[in-house]
């Protein structure tokens, strides 16, 4: 991902001086999405900051783990944010809305909860557009190394002579 | 004449795939002083270049060539081009394998005669047994180093398999241990043993698990009777007027097409690509494909039936670390009809990396249900059913004429429907391995369905009557007597043990066979 150094770092007034905050926590600016506590931020090459904004809730809403942080689900969508992908995206992102606003929400980010944005996302399961995006989750979020150690995963063990040494029968709780 | 062997050469046995089959049949033959051929479609990998990384290994080693699916089995749905998880490399699947090393049981052999009659189901008897099999799986064990055979001890029990014993135990199985695995529980052959480092499935770092990669094949090599061309893809058997075949033509890594002329045939691509040689090799005078006068041919493909159960608990486990199948229940084995069904199944300790859970958990699952089980998944025990599935002649592979490979060939496609007896067992094996977790505490447990295969089986089976398969006791093919099979393909049956050291100890066995021919000029 993309982390732009000016954008980093930036106060949360600061980013908001260059943006508005959105939906559950983003602040979108005229080329940038970033956290609202400025931790993370990535520069847009292709997309609408709007539309990776709700590109990046949607993936939480797919795969949510309130233990995974806004940055990683940002880093698994970012592969949309290129001049090939850019119709299908901002097309499929429009028809999400387009359900939002069809239930009277302005669009996906301004719902609230989380079990009213799931039923949007029921409703067009069956969709390319949303297989696309789910099936490129699995390996986008999941197979960040920096995701693993969230979930307790230690990797490859090899390069520490495996774990003979280091604990592979080491459970405690087994009477 | 010594490797490399001229192209022209019509003494050589040319061998199609170097895997539990193809790989030790080569390594076999050159040690009987025949000279040898071996074709490999995949590229040459040692245990330093592979990866310890789910998918960027997957990447390195796996078949990705296009394949397509179809069958009501869930592998279609939800992993359409990816029928097999098998890989592409000198070793074949042999740098992928667990390392569980069963024999048949006595009774699998004549599963027509112990099963009788089951209805859609295609069952016959292997032409041999296990009396006859006996010397040759010993060869194998020793071959491969398996533990718990000879006077090999076992191996370490891990965390995963801490809580599947006790669990087991809990239940009043018996048959549990860490399995009879090719994976050295101490030095053995010149390798190591193994450091629990995890990742057996993406080839053995430190030589600790057998694969014919880095022993048969390198030592069939040393003889000076064996050469190996890797990254060459073959296309087609050949034959002459006779009918006899006379040559394999291929792609070498360049896209330059080639003739090998032979003297005899083995084909060990794995129970896909073997019939899809065969039936690509139609010609006028075997308008239906090579060896295929019965039909037979890419019929009663076979998979074992599969399945996985995962466990979560209050506490972590870590199942990634250790052996990754060291561990079994044996128990359930046996043929016994009064449950439900007729032979048996294992349960194997089996444990997935994170990349791989979120892939296989529950293919298209969303949503919390599917992410809660995730963030448990430290505290998650898992393994894997193989059981006995039933031959049908309509579980085929076929070739599918409007999707090409990079060489312009038709494409496998493989169909696969279960049998209400696959059904009956997966849904017992699901409820034992559950209640093996429920007895150890387990606040969760997710029925797993089954991954692309990895036990491929039986699309050229033995028979005794030529009308029945596709070879003969040997291998032989009951059409051509100078082409064999010489890998999972020949499976008459399944069984219910993890296949590779059935494999190989046909292998070897082929090996006499073909050798003791070739000495009386009967090839």
Known sequence: MTIKTDLKGLTRRQLLSRGAAAGAGFVIGTNFVSGQDAAWATEMNALKPDTMATLIQMARDIYPHDKVADEFYAAAVKGYDVPDAVDDTEAGIEMLNGVARGKGYGSYLDIGWERDRVDILRSIEDSAFFQKIRGGLVTGLYNQKAVWPIFGYEGESYSQGGYINRGFDDITWIG | ?523
């Open chain 2, 1 to 523: 004449m010594a490797a490399p062997f001229d192209k022209t050469d019509d003494s050589v046995v040319v061998i199609i795939g170097t895997g539990a089959g193809g790989g030790v049949l080569a390594n076999e033959l050159a040690q009987k002083g025949v000279s040898v051929v071996s074709l490999e479609a995949g590229g040459r990998y040692l245990p330093e270049d592979y990866v310890n990384d789910e998918w960027e290994s997957f990447g390195q080693l796996a078949w990705l060539d296009p394949r397509t699916t179809s069958g009501d089995w869930r592998v279609s749905r939800d992993f359409s081009g990816l029928p097999a998880w098998i890989v592409k490399a000198v070793g074949g699947t042999t740098t992928h394998w667990a390392g569980a090393s069963l024999r048949f049981q006595d009774h699998e052999w004549k599963a027509k005669t112990n099963y009788g009659a089951v209805q859609g189901a295609n069952l016959l008897d292997w032409p041999i047994d296990a009396a006859e099999m006996a010397p040759y799986y010993e060869k194998a064990e020793t071959k491969l180093g398996v533990t718990r055979t000879g006077d090999r001890t076992g191996l370490p029990g891990n965390n995963n398999f801490k809580v599947f014993e006790a669990g087991a135990k809990k239940l009043g199985y018996n048959d549990v241990h860490t399995g009879r695995m090719a994976i050295n529980s101490s030095e053995y052959d010149g390798r190591m043993a193994c450091q629990q480092t995890g990742f057996c499935f993406q080839g053995c770092k430190w030589g600790a698990k057998w694969s014919s990669a880095y022993t048969d094949i390198p030592r069939g090599e040393a003889t000076g009777n064996l050469e190996v061309r890797d990254r060459c893809h073959v296309l087609r058997i050949e034959h002459g007027a006779d009918g006899r075949v006379n040559g394999v033509v291929y792609m070498d890594k360049d896209g330059v097409e080639h003739k090998q002329v032979a003297r005899v045939v083995c084909v060990a691509g794995n129970s896909i690509e073997s019939p899809r040689i065969l039936l690509n090799s139609a010609t006028a005078m075997y308008p239906d494909g090579m060896a295929n006068s019965s039909g037979q041919v890419g019929r009663n493909y076979m998979r074992h039936l599969t399945g996985s159960v995962y466990g979560i608990f209050d506490k972590p486990v870590k199942m990634w670390r250790g052996t990754t199948m060291a561990g079994i229940m044996q128990d359930e084995v046996r043929h016994d009809p009064a449950r439900g069904f007729v032979g048996g199944y294992e349960l194997e300790t089996l444990g997935l990396g994170l990349p791989f859970m979120a892939a296989f958990l529950d293919p298209g699952g969303w949503g919390r249900e599917f992410t809660t089980a995730l963030d448990s998944y430290e505290n998650m025990a898992g393994m894997w059913i193989v059981g006995e599935d039933m031959p049908q002649e309509t579980n085929r592979v076929t070739l599918n004429m409007d999707v090409k490979d990079q060489f312009g060939m038709p494409v496998a496609n493989v169909h696969y429907s279960d049998h209400a007896n696959d059904r009956a067992m997966r849904d017992h094996a699901f409820g034992r391995g559950q209640a093996i977790y429920d007895a150890m505490g387990a606040t969760r447990t997710l029925p797993t369905p089954p991954y692309p295969s990895t036990h491929n089986l039986g699309t050229n089976r033995m028979s005794e009557n030529p009308r029945d398969g596709v070879v003969n006791r040997n291998g032989r093919t009951h059409d051509i007597e100078n082409l064999f099979v010489s890998d999972g393909s020949q499976f008459t049956t399944g069984a219910a043990e993890n296949p590779t050291l059935t494999i190989v100890a046909l292998a070897i066995r082929q090996a006499d066979h073909i050798a003791a021919e070739l000495g009386r000029g009967n090839l």
